[in-house]
């Protein structure tokens, strides 16, 4: 026996529809980081130029993950910030230095008057 009623077409539900779309909103809203990223300007190195007859304070600061040295000598944030005032930082990292860490550097010697930082390849 063959049915041999018409074809009804039902309507479509869209409550269901709704709910999966809200629920993928929630998820990605959820999971989706809305931190802004900081920017920290870096001027490229430039070769020959005049030089002055003042001589310039220079300090040397080698960057590790676990060390931060300041002319040889072992130092902390606050001591290096404390230390170096003026003059030219010049920045040497070692091969296992996170960018983390950097940034952490050169923004406690961001902003500073007489100040430059040159990070060395």
Known sequence: MRNLAPF??????MTPLIDVIFLLLLFFMLTSTFSKYGEIELSAATTGGATSDTPQ????VQLGTDRLDLNGTP????????????????VSLDPDTTAQR???????????????VLVLE
């Open 8 to 13: 009804v077409r039902r309507p479509l539900a």
């Open 57 to 60: 304070d220079r300090a040397f």
């Open 75 to 90: 130092v902390t944030f606050e001591d290096l910030t404390a230390q170096v005032t003026t003059g030219q930082v010049l």
């Open 102 to 116: 950097l940034v952490d550097l050169l923004v406690l010697l961001r902003g500073r008057d007489g100040l430059s």
